[in-house]
Structure formats: C-alpha cells, structure tokens
C-alpha cells in the first residue's frame, strides 16, 4: 500500500491495452489472468483516480504493495512454514495444503480507505486447523504473519486466528490465487479490514505476545474489525 494518494497519470492507450488484456484473460484462463493481473497491480498502484478498479478482471479491487515488485513462487516452489510456540513446527507445499479440508467463505472485501468489494468467495485452509496440526503451547498469545516480499507482516491474537473465518487462502473467486493478489497462498481474515490480509503469505510464527504489523507501525489499528475500528462506521462483513 502506498503511503500517499500520489502516482504517475495513467495514458489512454495503456487503459486501453489493460482493458483488451482483461477481456483476453477471461477468455484464455488463469495464465493470461495472471499476467493480466500483474499488469493492473503496477498500473492500479500508479493510479489516483481509482479508474482501474471498473476494468474487467480487477472485480473493483484495487492493488497495494509496500515492497518494489511484485513478488513471485510457483505451484511448486511455494513453502509456508509453521512454527514458534508449538510442538510440531511444519512446512507446507501448496499441495499439501489443498489435502487439508478446506473451507469456503462468501464475504465482503472492506478496505480502510473506503473500497469494498461484496459477496467474494475466498477458499483456504482455517487457521484453527494450522495450529491444531502444529500443536500450540502453553503460554502462547498470539501469531505473526510473515510474507515472502520480505517487507510485510501482521499479527493475529490467539483467540482471533481460531475463528471460523480466518483462512489461509489458496482461491479466490474459485481460482486461484494470483501472485498480485498475494499467492500463491495469502491470508485471508474476513471480519477485518484487508490490509490485515497479508498477500505473499510465507510465516506463521506462534508467540507469547502481539508483535504489531507493518501497517500498524503507522498508525493503523492492531484489532482492525470491520466497523469498530479507525473511526469508521461500516457495516460488519459478516
């Protein structure tokens, strides 16, 4: 997420070439969707109007990254490991977390800065059954997110991360995850504001304590529910 409202203009003809890109991608499948998302992510993050929001395939997202790039791991290369407090520290490959049950939720997508999204589905694996494989220990207060940008953290309190509707996410809107929505696995934690959902998802670190995210070193709220944080008066989303 950028600090401030400020990017470069966006031409017509790159508007117009994400727009033909975006109808090409929902014609080809999840490839050219892929690439056709990574090209909006760098022309949403340099767009003050919010225009690229209305363009097919953005689905009224817009796209937010604190790192430089777009970070990237295959199918195949993607690890999530975890660890800390626990008796059975783990890695997970993408393929072994889809033989987890899984679990599908319909929700809204609240930004704090004023965007929603309705009625998205998300699809991943319950935090609750993370922990429960791991084996949490006395003592333990809470979790703290990690993400292969290198940059990006969040936290979730103990009791928050069992939730029904906090998920690691592998699909979104039934496909899946792409690398500028932040898979191949992100987190997904339904009943807050979205930048509590970390995108690049690559740590789960069980501590004795809340260590604050990257955005909450600015300011943001730690406990960020829907509707009861930053001053805001938004409907809950669940």
Known sequence: MAKDGRGAPVGRRVMLGVLGLGVLGAATGSYVQNSYDNLLAE???????????????????????????????????????????????????LADLHAMPSTRLV????????????????????????????????????????????????????????????????????????????????LYAAPMYFYKSAKWLSGITVTDHVEPGYWEHYGYDVDAWVGKSNGRDDDPTS
Do not use: N
């Open 43 to 93: 022309i949403s993050s340099r767009d003050p109007t919010g225009v690229t929001g209305l363009l097919p395939g953005g689905g009224g997202f817009r796209f937010y990254s604190v790192s430089e790039s777009i970070p990237h791991r295959s199918d195949q290369d993607y690890k999530l490991t975890v660890d800390g407090l626990v008796d059975r520290p783990g890695s997970y490959s």
């Open 107 to 186: 929700r809204d997508v609240q930004c704090v800065t004023g965007w929603r999204v309705p009625h998205y589905a998300w699809t991943g694996v319950k935090l609750s059954d993370l922990l429960d494989k791991a084996g949490v220990q006395p003592g333990a207060k809470a979790l703290r997110f990690t993400c292969f940008d290198g940059v990006y953290t969040e936290s979730l309190t103990l009791d928050q991360a069992r939730r029904p509707d906090m998920l690691a996410a592998y699909r979104m809107d039934d496909k899946p995850v792409t690398a500028a929505h932040g898979g191949p696995v992100r």
